[in-house]
Structures are given as C-alpha cells and as structure tokens.
Nanobody, 115 residues
Framework: VQLQASGGGLVQAGESLRLSCAVS????????MGWWRQAPGKQQQRESVAVITSSGGIIVADSVKGRFSISKDDAKSTFYLQMNSVKVEDTATYYCALDSGGTYWGRGTQVTVSS
C-alpha cells in the first residue's frame, strides 16, 4: 500500500488550495482515511484535520470547520482536502493516511500560508 500526497505550496491568507492523496495497492471504497497536519515546532503533535470514516461519515476538526472539506474519488483511488480561506495558522506539513488492518501514511506535503 502506498499513499502519495501532493498539492502543497505557498499561498496567501484567504486563498484556496487542494491537496490530493493518491492511493495504490488497496481499494479506498470502504476504508477510513484522512488528513493530519504537523505545524512547525510541534514535532510531537500531529493534528487530525479531516477524516472519512469506513461508513462514509465525515469528521472535520473544529479549527478548520467551514473552511476545509474532505472528499474522495473511488474510481481514481484518490482522496482530497479542499482548503478554502486559509489562515497563517494553517501552515503545516500535511499528511494523508488510510486505515486497513494497520495505518498507512503518505509522505507529507508542505503548506505555507503567508499573511
């Protein structure tokens, strides 16, 4: 199982960005998957941002609720994090992960929001 995150970059506050996580080696249709982030200087703290549960439910962190959304495309075996109205405090390395017997992590993609 491999996860490849992409779409990070440098954006200004208020702009939008979409992260993608391409999954190979397993079907994503009935697995729990989501996005986590790790802010600079917080090496031991990885925050859950948004999750799609195995039954298709959506859980979004309060810190991003109303601004970020998570979705998936089973046919493309890819899930996404749409980030709107980004804030400086959203600056972090974003990781995608999928649960299937164990947890599989992708390499992070850096998102930097400038003021």
């Amino acid at each position: 199982v491999q996860l490849q995150a992409s779409g990070g970059g440098l954006v200004q506050a208020g702009e939008s960005l979409r992260l993608s996580c391409a999954v190979s080696g397993i079907s994503i249709s009935r697995n729990r998957m989501g996005w986590w982030r790790q802010a600079p200087g917080k090496q031991q703290q990885r925050e859950s941002v948004a999750v799609i549960t195995s039954s298709g439910g959506i859980i979004v962190a309060d810190s991003v609720k109303g601004r970020f959304s998570i979705s998936k495309d089973d046919a493309k075996s890819t899930f996404y994090l749409q980030m709107n109205s980004v804030k400086v405090e959203d600056t972090a390395t974003y990781y995608c992960a999928l649960d299937s017997g164990g947890t599989y992590w992708g390499r992070g993609t850096q998102v930097t929001v400038s003021s």
